[in-house]
């Protein structure tokens, strides 16, 4: 149990949990679950850009996930396409050009299924470097646009219309997402970043009475499910990504079940 | 309201257009709000009046015309709908301080004001339509705006509390001098605390004190006799002007000169 992978990637876990939780909450507020998902997709190509350049993958992945939720920040300007129309061609082609541009590097042999379902072999110390310092740099910028992010969320006309918060908040927030996504990928894997993002929120909504109080319940709700799904993954060897998410959707139902007989209690 | 205040508007619209489908929502639409004055916009549904409120705010990007503002202006506005998501968890408390921290002993004498004292330290998500109104209400005035900004305030509220908050409207204006821009149905409640009306119907129609605009026929042709009294309770018959065509031509009442006698103090 306490080989120094395990202590790397629950680490690593922990750390993610950390970013992820008011992260996530803003994403199920700000009902971006989707966009989410097309910034995970499109990491794969970043996996690729990266091996191709030569350079750490994950350093790939952030570059690729902030020019990609850029784009989708553009993107959502124009009319001629429905926003959700447009998230689902790009995550999926998104995907399937990763998926090539992995497939066709003959001199690299890459363990997909790691990427795609996360692995907690992978994670190295780079990696710790990375999940903690932009980690941190994430958390950071997050305190300080925390205020109107939560007023732009509660009312985007009332913030703009009091000069509270502006398009470049929400720009800003795009960017945090993306390498958020990024920073997540390696131990959940890319097709599951998305659940960690939306599923402990989910969990949490019941058990809080404030935004603050949410997030914090989201980064517990996080960390219980990281360690329980690393620990998972390590007794059973499944995944580590599916075994974290399975985990987090088990205190989600518990959750539910909760609410319900305290409704039935009272 | 001093004379040199009076030529600098709060906010003005000037010229503005505005198309959505190659329909004018807004044609040629020219408003302005002076410091300390209270304005409504009437008009029947489908008029444009949310937004030529939204255009005023930035909120709709014009398609001709502009946007005045006075530099430094603070604004307070309350939208016409807005819908508070389960998926948050918000207090009222925080709803109230949302773009602004008001001391504790103004967001207490704010809410008794409207009634809702009870309400401060409930969950927003189980209000009913109308202490929602009133607790959106209390956000906007509690921001100390130079401009404040109501689309349909009084909705989802009866007709006595509507006249309440009226008032309430009337004193924030008078202790702070604030100029208010509101959107209103209810014409007669809003017009007692009104300096002046525009009526809006794509273009204005008509605009001026709320008992001249009430003789206008522009605006008895939009709301009917019934209406017009309310507005003009010595309604007597003048003359118009009016295109060739009939249609109502732009006769704009602008009487700025009756601003001084209000007491904005």
């Known amino acids: 149990m306490f080989e120094p992978f395990m202590i790397r990637a629950i680490l690593a876990g922990l750390g993610i949990a950390m970013v992820a939780g008011p992260l996530g909450c803003f994403v199920v507020w700000r009902r971006m679950a989707y966009f989410g998902d097309t910034l995970s997709h499109a990491g794969l190509m970043g996996i690729a850009l990266g091996l191709m350049a030569g350079i750490d993958p994950i350093v790939g992945v952030i570059v690729t996930c902030v020019v990609i939720g850029g784009l989708l920040f553009a993107l959502q ?52 470097a990375w999940i903690y310092g932009g980690g941190f740099a994430v958390l950071g910028a997050l305190a300080v646009l925390w205020r109107r992010l939560i007023a732009l969320t509660v009312s985007e006309d009332i913030s703009r219309a009091e000069g509270f918060a502006s398009t470049g908040v929400r720009l800003a927030f795009t960017g945090l997402v993306a390498i958020a996504v990024a920073i997540a990928m390696k131990i959940v894997g890319i097709l ?26 989201t980064i517990a709700v996080g960390a219980v499910a990281t360690i329980a799904g690393i620990s998972a993954s390590y007794a059973w060897d499944v995944p580590s990504g599916a075994a974290i998410v399975a985990a987090a959707a088990a205190i989600f139902a518990a959750s539910i079940a909760a609410g319900a007989a305290l409704r039935i209690r009272t | 309201m001093s004379a040199a205040a009076d030529k600098t508007p709060a906010v003005a619209l000037v010229g503005a257009v505005l198309q959505r489908n190659d329909r004018y929502v807004l044609d040629h639409v020219d408003l302005r709000v002076g410091r300390g004055e209270i304005v409504t916009v009437i008009g029947p549904n489908g008029a444009g009046k949310s937004t030529l409120i939204r255009a005023v705010l930035g909120l709709e990007k014009l398609d001709a015309g502009e946007v005045r503002r006075a530099p430094g202006l603070t604004v307070a ?6 819908q508070l998501d389960p998926a948050l968890p918000l207090s009222v408390r925080r709803v109230l301080t949302l773009t602004h921290t008001p001391s504790e002993a103004r967001i207490k004498a704010v809410l008794e004001e409207l009634d809702i004292g009870q309400l401060l330290d409930v969950s927003a998500l189980r209000l009913s339509g109308g202490e929602l109104q009133r607790v959106m209400l209390a956000r906007a005035l509690l921001r100390e705006p130079d401009l404040l900004v109501l689309d349909e305030p009084t909705q989802n509220v009866d007709a006595a509390g509507a006249l309440d908050i009226y008032q309430i409207i009337a004193r924030q204006r008078a202790r702070t001098g604030c100029a208010v821009l509101l959107v209103s149905h209810d014409l007669h409640v809003v017009m007692a605390a009104t300096d002046r009306v525009y009526c809006l119907n794509g273009h204005i129609c008509c605009s001026g004190k709320p008992e001249d605009v009430g003789r206008e026929r522009a605006f008895v042709e939009l709301f009917g006799e019934t209406a017009a009294k309310t507005l003009a309770p010595y309604h007597h018959h003048h003359d118009h002007v009016h295109g060739p065509d009939g249609a109502p031509h732009p006769h704009h009442h602008h009487h700025d000169h009756t601003h001084g006698h209000h007491n904005h103090t």
Do not use: W
């Open chain 1, 192 to 217: 599951l970043v998305t659940a960690l993002l939306i599923i402990p929120p989910a969990a949490a909504r019941r058990m809080a009475h404030g935004p603050e109080a949410m997030s914090l319940v």
């Open chain 1, 77 to 128: 300007f124009q009319r001629r396409v429905p926003t959700d129309t447009l998230l689902g061609v790009l995550s999926h082609s998104a995907l399937a050009v990763g998926l090539i541009a992995v497939s066709t590097m003959q001199n690299v042999r890459l363990d997909l299924t790691a990427y795609l379902f996360g692995d907690i072999l992978a994670i190295t110390d780079t990696d710790l």
């Open chain 2, 77 to 82: 506005y309350l939208p016409q709908s807005y």
